[in-house]
């Protein structure tokens, strides 16, 4: 049998070769293709910048460690049955996360989603082809959530035909629960917006019998957080991959109770006639996921933070030596948790979106978050040795602009 290389050669010698593929050079372009490595990021025009922004959803979140790539690039190469790779990761996760049960999702949105769909169908097949439609089924029907966890993601819960009853204090929860409630819903990012703790919300749930759900996505580091919910006692924990994790982007994590992952499952590709269907994710992905959960859990945090930290300062010193800019290092406690960096000068002589704008035109191009005072800055996506690139742009575009 001829190989591609020799069928190739084979058809190069001959002098019909456009007869053979009715004239289609384009064909014959396509076919040799694989044999020189394409450079599709300069082929298709897309621009690609230093990310001194942070795990943004539109900058295509974190850039995955060469294991979880090359992980991905070896499970493609065979075919496995997807529930047998979720049921063998899920078990892993679980342990590694203190949760009875787990399995990767299409990201956090997703395993919300999917995670309140098993609440509510439980193993009825019925009800899992049913949804979103709940009428006449059954199914609960309502969420509660604090009106200050309220913010877009809710709508993962919404997407299974509940709605978010909202409340704001421990009363409020008792009187607003009743037979249609289904689950009651925390966001960790937004806990201390919101009245009611952790501890309370688990309480309440066990006190009622109703599952409780967090949205941790943006929450790791710290590390402890991927254990910390389940042990609590949140039913369901959900968490995005492609964050500081450093999974595919598409990927997230559900964690929790055996059952409601069980149930969740059945509204999971690759049923077809579910909520579901086109939350799908790839056994690469899935493969790839566990390989970034694990690279993740086995770090050295101080020594990461120490390292940030080092390269933060090399920037914010660049950017102090400027006369009329101040520079803030902090940590925010919730959601991305990583020495974040905020430059304020007289934005009268230079607009943030102005200099935004000029870090963005520039040659290597970087993003940086445009702030109503200037701009903010983390460190974490950075590649090793690009804080000089960032250090050395802001000053000179801060100096040119004298402010
Ligand atoms: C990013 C994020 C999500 C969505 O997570 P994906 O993994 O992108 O699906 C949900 N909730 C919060 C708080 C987030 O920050």
């Not at 957080?225 to 039913?235: A, C, E, S, T, Y």
């Not at 077809?272 to 086995?298: C, D, H, P, Q, W």
């Not at 704008?357 to 520039?362: K, M, T, Y």
Request: contains cysteine; neutral net charge.
């Amino acid at each position: 049998m001829l190989n591609r290389r020799s069928l190739l050669k084979h058809l190069s010698a001959m002098p019909l070769v456009g007869g053979l593929f009715g004239g289609s050079a384009p064909l014959t372009a396509a076919l040799a293709a694989p044999l020189a490595p394409r450079n599709l990021v300069k082929e298709l025009g897309i621009r690609t910048f230093i990310n001194a922004a942070g795990t943004y959803t539109a900058m295509t979140g974190s850039l995955m460690e060469e294991d979880v790539v090359n992980t991905i690039l070896a499970s493609s190469k065979e075919f496995m049955m997807l529930d047998d790779v979720q049921t063998k990761v899920g078990e892993k996760i679980a342990a590694i996360t203190h949760a009875e049960s787990a399995v990767v999702s299409a990201g956090c949105f997703s395993a919300m989603t999917l995670g309140l769909a098993g609440v509510l169908t439980g193993m009825d097949q019925k009800k899992v082809e049913a949804l979103p439609h709940l009428e006449g089924t059954g199914m609960k029907s309502e969420v509660i959530a604090q009106k200050a966890h309220n913010i877009g993601y809710s709508h993962a819960l919404t997407n299974t035909g509940c709605k978010i009853i909202q409340v704001e204090t421990i009363e409020d929860v008792e009187k607003a629960i009743n037979d249609k409630t289904a689950l009651l819903w925390f966001l960790n990012i937004q806990s201390d917006k919101g009245q009611i703790t952790h501890q309370q919300w688990v309480d309440l749930g066990k006190k009622h019998n109703i599952p409780t759900m967090i949205d941790i996505a943006a929450d790791v580091p710290p590390v402890e957080n991927l254990w910390k919910f389940n042990d609590m006692g949140f039913d369901l924990v959900c968490v995005s991959g492609g964050k500081a994790m450093r999974g595919p982007q598409s990927a997230g994590l559900l964690m929790g109770k055996k059952k409601y992952i069980d149930a969740a499952r059945l509204s999971m590709p690759p049923r077809g006639s579910t909520l579901g269907r086109g939350m799908k994710i790839n056994k690469e992905e899935i493969l790839g996921m566990y390989v970034a959960l694990e690279k993740f859990v086995a770090r050295d945090q101080d020594k990461d933070w120490k390292m940030l930290e080092d390269r933060a300062k090399h920037i914010t010193d660049a950017a102090k030596s400027v006369k009329g800019v101040t520079v803030e290092t902090f940590a925010p406690a919730l959601g991305n948790h990583t020495p974040t960096m905020r430059v304020t000068w007289d934005t009268t002589k230079l607009a943030p979106k102005a200099l935004q704008e000029a870090l963005r035109n520039g040659n290597p191009s970087i993003e940086v978050v445009g702030e109503p005072m200037g701009i903010s800055m983390t460190a974490w996506m950075l590649k090793p040795g690009e804080e000089k690139i960032v250090a050395t742009r802001l000053k000179e575009e801060l100096t040119k602009a004298s402010v």
